[in-house]
């Protein structure tokens, strides 16, 4: 990625109130929301696209042969996680292209913002170098960031090695 600024622009106070309230209104309207810890997300079982038919299938054999349905399954209950899910399949894709959008922008901000740092960091190393006044101070406080110095470090060497 090229080292110019990727992005220029600005938010208004008013347009992130505005987005705030916006998903407030939205988190509002999905009250049951839940978030899961990344070992429960692991072991979660999985629905994926080749999973629909199967689940296709089940909703028709379990409404014609409910004789099969075992007893702690409650029907309506499952008809009502059905109907869930497609109500929040008809926003999904459209929140998670917003959310993967907000990310991606984030990341080209943070590109840009890490690149003028080091920018800054190079500049300050070289004043420090020519013995530039406050340069050294603020060298030594900024290369905290980078430990080990970055120098290159030797190949090892190896004891009796021959060439053959």
């Known amino acids: 990625m090229p080292n110019d ?22 988190r ?11 070992q429960e997300r ?10 629909i038919g199967f689940d296709e299938k089940c909703t028709l054999y379990m409404s014609n042969h409910a004789e099969f349905v ?11 996680d059905r109907a869930l899910r497609a109500r929040i399949l008809e926003f999904w894709s459209t929140l998670n292209a917003l959310t993967q959008q907000v990310d991606d922008t984030l990341m ?9 740092n080091l920018a800054y960091y190079q500049s300050v190393r070289e004043a420090a170098k020519r013995g530039r006044p406050n340069a050294q101070t603020l060298y030594d406080d ?23």
């Open 5 to 26: 600024n990727l992005i220029s622009a600005s938010i208004s106070a008013e347009d992130i109130q505005a987005v705030k309230d916006a998903l407030a209104l939205v």
């Open 28 to 38: 509002d309207k999905l009250p049951f929301l839940v978030s899961l810890h990344p």
């Open 42 to 51: 692991r072991e979660m079982a999985k629905m994926g696209e080749k999973s």
């Open 70 to 80: 075992p007893g702690f399954l409650d029907l309506a209950e499952v008809a009502r």
């Open 108 to 116: 080209v901000v943070n590109q840009d913002i890490w690149m003028a």
């Open 142 to 164: 900024l290369r905290t960031r980078f430990p080990g110095g970055g120098g290159v470090k030797a190949a090892p060497v190896v004891a009796d090695a021959q060439v053959r």
